[in-house]
């Protein structure tokens, strides 16, 4: 009876465990890899067993859980091209995903398939298999691109219909925000349910990370800081926050005790992180904003936490965003937020409470800016509102027990 008694826990402790495997295309810096990093954690957290299988990491150019191992990370098929002739991204994307998937259905063995941005290959992980593939939606891919020819529609056309066919086949399927739930909803005719899983902040990270004291970043003079957070790409609209900076010179008599950070993931292989970069310095320049400005490429963790700790405002200008995990670990930092009125901030960021929700121009930007250098208790006050605001509604406690949940429904 004692054998029995002893048998029967074991197994139920195995059948608590569970082997999780992740795939991921380009596990760098951003957004949705801060994601899946904080999926793998949580989940560790549990006890379960978790492996990030991904097509590219660079150990210089990476988030540092999955450098020093806290996270199990495995790369395969980098040698497999990014690009044909410059160009067909999402096609070797696809192909270099499909092989990842061919690979860990064929030599790796797994209780749950976590795959994100990619679903092409989730029919690939439920051949000839019962096991459960869930699907982490950040938003369709289909709606980040331009067809602005015959040539690039046509190049377009199946990888669009692949994408809203196999998202569909997943057996469960994750979005970032209502927001997204609502555009996949629409986009997607084949996809009859999803669920709003918030990106969460792994909090012990920021009470208990270390910072680096970066007095060389600004001048000694500065003494309303505002910061650009966000990868060296178009789509972020970075601009804005330069044109805002201008805005700002023209209206505020002590412009010289202000200063803007723009910092953000950079990836040298991205050629438009690279033309980005050099544009926006000389957007600076034409601005005469320049002697005002710093930027700032794959900023460390420790450079970042100092960063969210000690500067005036967040100055967050994608349009859209499908959630925005910048504005949340902003506010767990008492930093208020200047964001754009659409997409995710909606749901993050509490307007004149938290930071202040503004139309995309330089004019409502700046004049939100302009506040916080007239009223010097605003930064303290909505600073404290929004890390309040962040540990009811986005605490990494809720974000695991709602994985945990899920991964064990599907086992």
Excluded at 60 to 74: M, P
Excluded at 181 to 207: A, I, W
Excluded at 216 to 221: L, T
Aim: aromatic share 10%; hydrophobic share 40%; proline share 3%.
């Amino acid at each position: 009876q004692h054998y029995y008694i002893t048998n029967n826990l074991r197994m139920v402790k195995e059948k608590e465990k569970v082997k999780v495997v992740f795939l991921h295309p380009d596990l760098g810096i951003g957004g949705a890899e801060r994601l899946v990093i904080d999926m793998a954690l949580a989940l560790l957290n549990k006890k379960h067993d978790v492996t990030i299988y991904t097509t590219h990491h660079d150990p210089s150019h990476c988030f540092s859980e999955t450098k020093d191992g806290t996270v199990q990370v495995v790369s395969k098929f980098d040698w497999m091209p990014r690009k044909l002739l410059g160009k067909c991204y999402a096609l070797c994307a696809v192909m270099r995903m499909i092989f990842l998937a061919m690979f860990v259905r064929l030599f790796v063995t797994a209780d749950v398939y976590i795959v994100d941005q990619v679903s092409v290959c989730v029919p690939f992980l439920k051949v000839l298999s019962s096991k459960k593939v869930l699907f982490y939606c950040h938003y369709p891919d289909l709606l980040l691109t331009q067809r602005d020819n015959v040539l690039k529609l046509l190049y377009r056309k199946p990888l669009d219909y692949l994408e809203g066919l196999t998202t569909s086949m997943a057996d469960k399927i994750l979005v970032n925000s209502l927001y997204t739930k609502g555009v996949v909803s629409e986009t997607f005719s084949h996809v009859q349910q999803c669920e709003v899983l918030y990106p969460s902040l792994n909090t012990s990270k920021f009470e208990n990370g270390y910072e680096i004291v970066c007095t060389d970043i600004v001048p000694n003079s500065a003494e309303f800081v505002f910061l650009s957070l966000n990868r060296y790409e178009r789509k972020k609209n970075i601009n804005l926050a330069l044109e805002a900076m201008s805005f700002v010179k023209k209206h505020c008599n002590e412009f010289e005790k202000c200063h803007l950070i723009v910092a953000g993931g950079y990836d040298s292989r991205v050629v438009e992180n690279v033309t980005h970069h050099l544009e926006l310095e000389q957007f600076s320049q034409e601005l005469e904003i320049h002697d005002n400005t710093t930027f700032l490429r794959s900023i460390s963790d420790e450079t970042k936490l100092f960063l969210l700790r000690n500067c005036t405002a967040l100055l967050y200008t994608p349009s859209n965003e499908h959630f925005g995990i910048v504005p949340v670990e902003s506010m767990y930092c008492s930093m208020p937020v200047v964001a754009v009125n659409s997409g995710g901030p909606l749901e993050t960021v509490q307007d004149h409470v938290t930071g202040f929700l503004c139309d995309p121009r330089p004019e409502k930007f700046g004049e939100a800016m302009l506040k916080f250098i007239e009223q010097s208790e605003l930064k303290g006050r909505m600073g404290g509102a929004g890390k309040k605001r962040v540990q009811d509604l986005f605490s990494f406690e809720a974000f695991t027990e709602k994985l945990h949940s899920t991964v064990m429904e599907l086992s």
